[in-house]
């Protein structure tokens, strides 16, 4: 439900704070007050594009702020959750600030987010009818979804577009296999080719990266001997080599460690140190040893970086890669030589999921067919209750070939009156019938869903005295389920309130200024003698008015 409202420089509204409550809020005041400017911003906060326009004249910028409170809404919480929102509060904040020279700015719970987000996140939270706009309900593809929450068939659908969009893909898979089919024997060659090329070369992991370091080697074989046999020299061989110069300060030290243990210390400090050296010496005379002339290995090797150059430049960026795609092209191959089998195995399980498909989109469509009888049933009852006297509603079913949603496309048909044919409700209803149309598909509609958020926008115009009561009911007996938010004319509707709010405009010194009021008492008395009475206000219509609320 909407917690609150404010805004702020928006239309003609400079600051307007609201508080909602749950069930049934009303709104009134006088025509061109700013009631629907109210309706726009909850639009704009839902997802719609914001304009420039929306800004008040002389501000720079507009600020518009609702608060939801979400916490019985899991699939509200859900879509937050998995777009990295924190739902601990159970509370949905949504802002949106509106430039003149610049994109429009969105804030969820104080976060900066995107506009597709938004409307992604919000969808389905708030449903807004007025006297000219019933999209949903005049879109054919949204029927088969009434009539699917009303019959409680929602999650037998669910699970049907589930097990289609298996068929789809094992479809798929078998009409690429025998559109392969064509050029599969050619196919089928070079893929042994390629297989065998790979396979001949008996690459190793890591082996493109060793022959580079001893290709390196082999070219500085001469540099390399010369720096190696120096340092052995210089270490070892010569007659002034550093070790022999080590050997004997380690032994004078060692011998003068008899007279003092400290030059001792330093003597075996030196002696592991020339040992550490004729180490390095040694190992530097077993790597000059194994250092090879041969220039026929430095061919070998090169023939060898070039092979696996040529697969790179075929089969992939590195060794690992090769053999990556080695054996994707050996999976191929071996689809193509079990090319039969594989077709066979294929249409049997396309056969099978489509016989699945078709025995559960058969039940529900002879669940849909049931329903659809109760519903058309409950709705005329409920439109012959709101001033459509002899009104007709019938739900045309016609076949079509199995898709996410069954077999069935549904159409929704109406006639006013009893005389004339149910015809597509597009063609034949008016806005005044298509608002009691939706108001008594909502009620019903109410036993099976719950937890969102319904606004009128005057979606009650066109009716008056016995059916505004009824009208009235309908929409109280709707706000049980739902937060209903109702901008009206009528006193018939306003009565029921369970918060009603005024909202009013006055001028001073030029300037424009939007309040909203909630009411209570006399003053929702005062409110109601004024919808009745217009200009002209008596003790009879305060009297009126009393006696509609004490009702």
Do not use: W
Request: glycine fraction near 8%.
């Amino acid at each position: 439900m909407i917690l609150g409202l404010t805004l702020k420089n928006f239309t003609i509204i400079e600051d307007l704070s609201v508080g909602l409550s749950s069930g049934l809020n009303i709104i009134t005041g006088e025509t061109g007050a700013g009631k629907s400017v109210i309706v726009d911003a909850i639009n704009i906060i839902l997802g719609d594009k914001a304009s420039p326009d929306n800004i008040k004249s002389g501000k720079e910028e507009a600020h518009i702020e609702a608060l939801f409170d979400i916490s019985s809404d899991e699939v509200i919480q859900e879509r937050l959750k998995s777009s990295g929102f924190d739902i601990s509060s159970g509370e949905l904040l949504i802002k949106r600030v509106i430039y003149p020279n610049a994109r429009s700015r969105v804030f969820i719970n104080g976060s900066l987010s995107t506009l597709t987000l938004l409307s992604t996140i919000t969808q389905g939270l708030v449903d807004i009818f007025n006297q000219h706009e019933h999209q949903s309900l005049l879109k054919e593809e949204n029927h088969l979804k009434i009539l699917d929450n009303f019959g409680e068939t929602a999650n037998e659908v669910s699970r049907l577009r589930e097990q289609y969009q298996n068929y789809l893909e094992a479809k798929k898979e078998l009409d690429d296999l025998i559109q392969s089919q064509k050029d599969r024997f050619e196919k089928e060659d070079y893929l042994k080719y390629q297989l065998s090329e790979i396979d001949g070369a008996e690459l190793q992991l890591g082996e493109d990266e060793k022959l580079e370091a001893e290709k390196l080697k082999l070219i500085n074989t001469e540099r390399l001997n010369s720096t190696t046999q120096g340092a052995y020299d210089i270490l070892y061989e010569s007659e002034s080599s550093i070790l022999g110069s080590l050997q004997r300060v380690s032994d004078d030290l060692l011998n003068s460690g008899k007279i003092d243990s400290t030059l001792a210390e330093i003597g075996q400090s030196i002696e592991k140190g020339r040992l550490q050296i004729q180490d390095a010496a040694f190992s530097l005379r077993d790597y000059n040893s194994e250092l090879t002339h041969d220039s026929g290995r430095l061919d070998i090797v090169e023939d060898r970086i070039h092979l696996i150059g040529d697969l790179k430049r075929k089969y992939g960026e590195s060794v690992s890669q090769i053999i990556l795609k080695r054996d994707e092209i050996e999976k191929e191959l071996n689809n193509i030589e079990h090319f039969d089998e594989r077709v066979k195995s294929l249409s049997s399980e396309s056969q099978m999921l489509m016989d699945e498909l078709l025995s559960l989109a058969g039940k529900i469509s002879k669940k849909r067919k049931q329903s659809s009888k109760k519903l058309t049933s409950v709705l005329e009852k409920g439109l012959n209750e709101v001033g459509i006297k002899g009104g007709q509603f019938h739900i045309e079913f016609t076949d079509k070939e199995i898709s996410s949603n069954g077999v069935d496309d549904i159409s929704f048909l109406f006639s006013a009156n009893p005389d004339e044919k149910p015809k597509p409700l597009i063609k034949v209803a008016s806005g005044g019938e298509l608002s009691r149309i939706m108001l008594v598909l909502k009620e019903v509609i109410a036993r099976v869903e719950g937890g969102s958020v319904i606004i009128f926008d005057e979606a009650d115009s066109g009716v008056g005295g016995a059916v505004a009561e009824a009208v009235g009911q309908k929409i109280r007996k709707l706000s049980q389920s739902y937060q209903v938010i109702c901008i009206t004319h009528l006193p018939q509707v306003a009565k029921f309130a369970d918060s009603h709010l005024v909202v009013s405009k006055t001028h001073n010194d030029n300037k424009t200024q939007v309040t909203i009021k909630s009411l209570e008492g006399d003053e929702r008395v005062a409110e109601l003698a004024r919808m009745i009475g217009g200009f002209n206000i008596t003790q009879k219509t305060i009297d009126a008015a009393y006696e509609m609320l004490k009702h």
